[in-house]
């Protein structure tokens, strides 16, 4: 299943290091589902958690109230619900608002992969001799016409049908 990756480098430089991005993987969050608020705290976002910290406890006390039961449980499922949906999106608006800049949205089936793609038009910043660099100008391959890619009669990678 594909996934959405967003990069993000740190404030005030084009590009970073690999220890110095940020991915993010944009979607669904079952942590974030089941622990809300711990989930929030993980991941240094102290006002959201105190938000549905106080609401997962205003949920919990209307469940006890005669009658309020089942509008204490939607309040405490929303909040799961909410972080679980959103919480990825909070944490990147948190970071650019600090200043990280989003340099690149991929689309692969793991983060490996995605790094892999995101990093392979960086300069390498390796100093000693003994890594191998990759070979990523493909000059070497077959020169076709549009549209005879295998792609089992749907859009191929490079334009046709």
Same mark, same amino acid.
């Given at each position: 299943?594909?996934?959405?990756?967003?990069?993000?480098?740190?404030?005030?430089?084009?590009?970073?290091?690999?220890?110095?991005?940020?991915?993010?993987? /944009?979607? &669904?969050?079952?942590?974030?589902? !089941? !622990?809300?608020?711990?989930?929030?705290?993980?991941?240094?976002l102290?006002?959201?958690?105190?938000?549905? &910290?106080?609401?997962?406890?205003?949920?919990?006390?209307?469940?006890?109230?005669?009658? +309020?039961?089942?509008?204490?449980?939607?309040?405490?499922?929303?909040?799961?619900?909410?972080?679980?949906?959103?919480?990825?999106?909070?944490?990147?608006?948190?970071?650019?608002?600090?200043?990280?800049?989003?340099?690149? +949205?991929?689309s692969?089936?793991?983060?490996?992969?995605?790094?892999?793609?995101?990093?392979?038009?960086?300069?390498?910043?390796?100093?000693?001799? /003994?890594?191998?660099?990759?070979?990523?100008?493909?000059?070497?391959?077959?020169?076709?016409?549009?549209g005879?890619?295998?792609?089992?009669?749907? !859009?191929? &990678? /490079?334009?046709?049908?």
């Amino acid at each position: 299943m594909t996934s959405s990756y967003i990069f993000l480098t740190p404030p005030g430089s084009a590009s970073a290091a690999v220890n110095e991005t940020r991915t993010i993987r /944009d979607g &669904f969050t079952l942590l974030g589902f !089941f !622990f809300p608020w711990l989930w929030l705290l993980a991941h240094r976002l102290w006002l959201p958690a105190a938000a549905a &910290f106080l609401l997962q406890g205003l949920g919990g006390a209307l469940m006890e109230e005669p009658g +309020l039961g089942l509008a204490g449980a939607a309040m405490m499922l929303g909040v799961n619900v909410l972080v679980g949906l959103e919480g990825q999106n909070l944490r990147i608006r948190t970071l650019a608002a600090k200043g990280w800049n989003e340099d690149a +949205l991929i689309s692969a089936d793991t983060i490996g992969i995605a790094e892999q793609v995101y990093f392979s038009d960086r300069p390498a910043t390796a100093n000693s001799d /003994d890594t191998v660099a990759p070979d990523w100008d493909n000059k070497t391959r077959p020169k076709s016409p549009p549209g005879h890619a295998t792609s089992l009669g749907l !859009f191929g &990678f /490079d334009g046709g049908r």
